[in-house]
């Protein structure tokens, strides 16, 4: 299975970017997808997730409200809507799917596939 995360740039703050995610080798809809991200010397952090059948998402607490994931499994693409960037979005962002997700797995969130990631640079 490949992952391959698209639509990261530079914006200023308050704007916004929607993130796209290409899933290869697999059907998307055998999977629970995510997104995650990683600051310069910061840990990895989860921003959203999404169920196979794309009813139910959750999201971090710093995302919430202004960030929205969804799929298109006839497509196998998962997708971020991120809106009203601040600058403390700046990170790689990585989309990653597996069977579950585990929210106690703060490395690799139980995710089996991760993509290679697309940079957002938010600037002030």
């Known amino acids: 299975v490949q992952l391959q995360a698209s639509g990261g740039g530079l914006v200023q703050a308050g704007g916004s970017l929607r993130l796209s995610c290409a899933v290869s080798g697999r059907y998307l809809s055998m999977f629970v997808a995510g997104w995650f991200r990683q600051a310069p010397g910061q840990e990895r952090e989860f921003v959203a997730a999404?169920?196979?059948?794309?009813?139910?998402?959750h999201y971090g607490e710093a995302v919430k409200g202004r960030f929205t994931i969804s799929r298109d499994n006839a497509k196998n693409t998962v997708y971020l809507q991120m809106n009203s960037l601040k600058p403390e979005d700046t990170a790689v962002y990585y989309c990653a799917a597996g069977p579950s997700i585990y929210y106690s797995d703060s490395c690799n969130y139980g995710m089996d596939y991760w993509g290679k990631g697309t940079l957002v640079t938010v600037s002030s």
């Open positions: 999404i169920t196979k059948s794309g009813h139910i998402t």
